[in-house]
């Protein structure tokens, strides 16, 4: 089993950053990629960024040049730097951990911007 913790949501102005963290913790030998994905009342849950262990890094296009994903081995934590927030960027973050068999998630942490 694998655990994670998210933190760092918060109520931020348009314009402005956060940074995201993602503790993991459990069996995380077999994890070969992490990332973070969001939801948004009345959407799906989308992919915003994936990182590998190998350090292979993949953004939604609609991220890209504002949002960087990276990974602390050795406090097994993965961030998510946000910056220039717009209102779009709104959701429910969610932390992502996945092995060939399984897939595992956090809890969410809210990002709210306001305009």
């Known amino acids: 089993q694998v655990q994670l913790v998210e933190s760092g949501g918060a109520l931020v102005q348009a314009g402005g950053s956060l940074r995201l963290s993602c503790a993991a913790s459990?069996?995380?030998?077999?994890?070969?990629?992490m990332g973070w994905y969001r939801q948004a009342p009345g959407k799906q849950r989308e992919l915003v960024a994936t990182i590998t262990t190998g350090d292979s890094t993949d953004y939604a296009d609609s991220v890209k040049g504002r949002f960087t994903i990276s990974r602390d081995n050795a406090k097994n934590t993965v961030y998510l730097q946000m910056n220039s927030l717009k209102p779009g960027d709104a959701a429910v973050y969610y932390c992502n951990a996945r092995n060939p068999l399984k897939s595992y998630w956090g809890q969410g942490t809210q990002v709210t911007v306001s305009s």
């Open positions: 459990g069996s995380l030998f077999s994890i070969r990629t």
